[in-house]
């Protein structure tokens, strides 16, 4: 547990953003005018912005877009799979073999922080 009197900067690096979304969980039912509270506020302001720095979504298609995701968390194909459950899966989407269902839009929304209509998006499979 953070100490409650934590001094929070900008938030730079994945490991501080982790420590400011820990400490957000612990205080995120504070009473309003508490120090708690004026800390969750200050907390979902900087973790909304280091969230939207982060994880701008440039303009590829959504595989592409999967595929970036993956090299920024330092993600291999066997990580999805143990997100999705079916490595052959993968590999069939990641090679423009086979369509993404909507359960891996779901997945892969929640767990590379991609806008769930960003992977709806159509793209052309390779034969």
Same mark, same amino acid.
């Given at each position: 547990?953070?100490?409650?009197?934590?001094?929070?900067?900008?938030?730079?690096?994945?490991?501080?953003?982790?420590?400011?979304?820990?400490?957000?969980?612990?205080?995120?039912?504070?009473?309003?005018?508490?120090?708690?509270?004026?800390?969750?506020?200050?907390?979902?302001?900087?973790?909304?912005?280091? @969230?939207?720095?982060?994880?701008?979504? =440039?303009?590829?298609?959504?595989?592409?877009?999967?595929?970036?995701?993956?090299?920024?968390?330092?993600?291999?194909?066997?990580?999805?799979?143990?997100?999705?459950?079916?490595?052959?899966?993968?590999?069939?989407?990641?090679?423009?073999?086979?369509?993404?269902?909507?359960?891996?839009?779901?997945?892969?929304?929640?767990?590379?922080?991609?806008?769930?209509?960003?992977?709806?998006? @159509?793209?052309?499979?390779? =034969?």
């Amino acid at each position: 547990m953070l100490n409650s009197h934590h001094q929070w900067f900008l938030i730079e690096t994945e490991r501080e953003y982790r420590k400011a979304m820990q400490r957000y969980e612990e205080v995120k039912y504070a009473k309003k005018g508490t120090k708690d509270h004026k800390e969750k506020l200050l907390l979902a302001k900087l973790i909304s912005e280091y @969230e939207e720095k982060k994880w701008e979504v =440039p303009e590829v298609d959504p595989i592409q877009l999967i595929i970036t995701r993956m090299e920024e968390f330092g993600y291999k194909p066997v990580d999805l799979a143990r997100f999705y459950g079916d490595k052959g899966t993968i590999s069939k989407v990641l090679r423009y073999k086979q369509p993404l269902s909507l359960n891996m839009i779901r997945i892969f929304s929640k767990e590379l922080r991609i806008p769930a209509d960003e992977l709806i998006e @159509e793209y052309a499979l390779h =034969p």
